[in-house]
């Protein structure tokens, strides 16, 4: 019973407090860098979106084909970017 009761308590710990370190994440990871899951590629429009980490937010980034051709949906990324011309443009992807 007690084994069952911690189990309980690491669970909803986790989900409580996952969201908030997700949150955290952005933030923590300096300027002009987002973190989040991939939701969409468009290698025609050379561009990728992700939903924000901090902000649940979808956010599109402008990119080369080399950085499109790394990327999955549903994968995981810390988006370094540079602001140009009124777009985020994607200089560095981590996973």
């Keep these: 019973m007690k084994n069952r ?9 986790v989900f409580l407090l996952g969201p908030v370190a997700m949150g955290w994440a952005c933030k923590s990871a300096g300027p ?4 989040g899951n ?9 561009t990728f ?27 995981r ?4 970017y540079k602001e140009e011309k009124g777009k985020m443009v994607a200089v560095d992807i981590r996973s």
């Design 38 to 46: 991939v939701t969409t590629i468009d290698a025609k429009a050379q």
């Design 49 to 75: 979106t992700i939903q924000d980490a901090e902000t649940d937010q979808p956010m599109t980034f402008a990119a080369t084909d080399t950085i499109l051709k790394e990327l999955k949906v549903k994968d």
């Design 32 to 35: 002009n860098t987002h973190v």
């Design 5 to 13: 009761s911690l189990i309980v308590v690491v669970i909803l710990t």
């Design 77 to 80: 990324v810390m988006v370094g």
